[in-house]
């Protein structure tokens, strides 16, 4: 019997180390930014806000983020079985229903914690959790799909967040153009989301997921995801200049002329050059976004 049975027989509560993998630390980072751009776009001032901030950040990365982590693996520990063996739930690492218990466990202190923080957040909140739950969970399983999987992931990473932020030190309603901006930084996502793709397009082919670059191909769908991440920042830097911040608008160009030469590089070997354009690309589009959130607190 290996260890791994052996765990899965004795084990009665899982493995502390095994639950901060489960939550995934490493994915906290885009919904925190996210959130960050949101309270720079409010034009709210940070002083005597950092508890606010604190608990907005908590909620946004570690808790919904976590929450999302946990429920995916959950609703994939099938599949992990066979692809991952030596993942916190298949491994045992993770007992029995320890693994939806905690990420019930944690949309209850998303929930909670979003009604703390007035009425915008805790909507946004409900619907960053609707989202989490919807892309890993049957029926729905949006994850399943490449449109509308990588379209609730930017919704959950970027628009929800950056809203939030927006909302979490005003207890008001963002205005408009903080809510446009947001959600089309949250579309241009869906290209990152797709590259995020390409490393698991033998699995997601054996397993039935229709990615893009399952459905696509890696060529077709990597000049896919290079539109869908290009296309939203040029109307951001149109707006900007409609809205008489030029000078923001430059830098977001700047930052997406980075972009379009990292791009050329990734076309001409998408499968190779995808985590490449992860690690190198991505930073400059998240750049322009808290450029546009100065843009939007200078005009609030």
Same mark, same amino acid.
């Given at each position: 019997?290996?260890?791994?049975?052996?765990?899965?027989?004795?084990?009665?509560?899982?493995? @502390?180390?095994? #639950?901060?993998?489960? !939550?995934?630390?490493?994915?906290?980072?885009?919904?925190?930014?996210?959130?960050?751009?949101? #309270?720079? /776009?409010?034009?709210?001032?940070?002083?005597?806000?950092?508890?606010? +901030?604190? %608990?907005? +950040?908590? %909620?946004?990365?570690? =808790?919904?983020?976590?929450? /999302?982590?946990?429920?995916?693996?959950?609703?994939?520990?099938?599949?992990?079985?066979?692809?991952?063996?030596?993942?916190?739930? @298949?491994?045992?690492?993770?007992?029995?229903?320890?693994?939806?218990? =905690?990420?019930?466990?944690?949309?209850?202190?998303?929930?909670?914690?979003?009604?703390?923080?007035?009425?915008?957040? $805790?909507?946004?909140? !409900?619907?960053?959790?609707?989202?989490?739950?919807?892309?890993?969970?049957?029926?729905?399983?949006?994850?399943?799909?490449? =449109?509308?999987? @990588?379209?609730?992931?930017?919704?959950?990473?970027?628009?929800?967040?950056? +809203?939030?932020?927006?909302?979490?030190?005003?207890?008001?309603?963002?205005?408009? /153009?903080?809510?446009? =901006?947001?959600?089309?930084?949250?579309?241009?996502?869906?290209?990152?989301?797709?590259?995020?793709?390409?490393?698991?397009?033998?699995?997601?082919?054996?397993?039935?997921?229709?990615?893009?670059?399952?459905?696509?191909?890696?060529?077709?769908?990597?000049?896919?995801?290079?539109?869908?991440?290009?296309?939203?920042?040029?109307?951001?830097?149109?707006?900007? &200049?409609?809205?008489?911040?030029? $000078?923001?608008?430059?830098?977001?160009?700047?930052?997406?002329? &980075?972009?379009?030469?990292?791009?050329? &590089?990734?076309?001409?070997?998408?499968?190779?050059?995808?985590?490449?354009?992860?690690?190198?690309?991505?930073? $400059?589009?998240?750049?322009?976004?808290? #450029?546009?959130? $100065?843009?939007?607190?200078?005009?609030?």
């Amino acid at each position: 019997m290996s260890d791994h049975q052996l765990n899965r027989t004795a084990r009665r509560w899982p493995e @502390p180390q095994a #639950i901060l993998w489960l !939550i995934k630390p490493v994915t906290w980072f885009p919904p925190m930014w996210a959130l960050l751009c949101g #309270i720079v /776009s409010s034009g709210a001032a940070f002083t005597g806000n950092w508890t606010l +901030i604190l %608990l907005g +950040i908590l %909620l946004a990365g570690p =808790i919904v983020c976590g929450m /999302s982590q946990a429920a995916n693996d959950w609703c994939d520990r099938h599949v992990d079985a066979i692809n991952e063996p030596d993942r916190p739930i @298949p491994s045992g690492r993770i007992p029995g229903r320890w693994g939806l218990w =905690i990420a019930l466990a944690m949309t209850g202190l998303g929930l909670g914690v979003g009604y703390t923080l007035g009425p915008w957040v $805790f909507g946004a909140t !409900i619907m960053a959790v609707l989202a989490a739950w919807a892309y890993s969970a049957e029926p729905v399983r949006a994850k399943k799909s490449g =449109i509308w999987g @990588p379209a609730l992931c930017g919704l959950a990473y970027e628009t929800l967040p950056w +809203i939030t932020g927006a909302a979490i030190l005003t207890s008001g309603a963002p205005s408009v /153009s903080v809510i446009v =901006i947001a959600v089309l930084y949250g579309l241009g996502a869906h290209g990152i989301m797709t590259l995020n793709d390409f490393k698991a397009v033998e699995g997601d082919r054996a397993m039935g997921l229709r990615s893009l670059p399952v459905t696509l191909g890696p060529d077709r769908a990597a000049r896919v995801a290079c539109w869908v991440m290009a296309v939203p920042q040029v109307a951001v830097i149109g707006l900007l &200049v409609t809205w008489g911040f030029a $000078f923001h608008a430059l830098g977001i160009a700047a930052m997406l002329a &980075v972009q379009l030469a990292a791009m050329r &590089v990734l076309l001409r070997d998408p499968l190779g050059k995808a985590q490449w354009y992860q690690g190198m690309g991505i930073l $400059f589009y998240i750049s322009g976004m808290m #450029i546009a959130a $100065f843009a939007l607190g200078a005009m609030t």
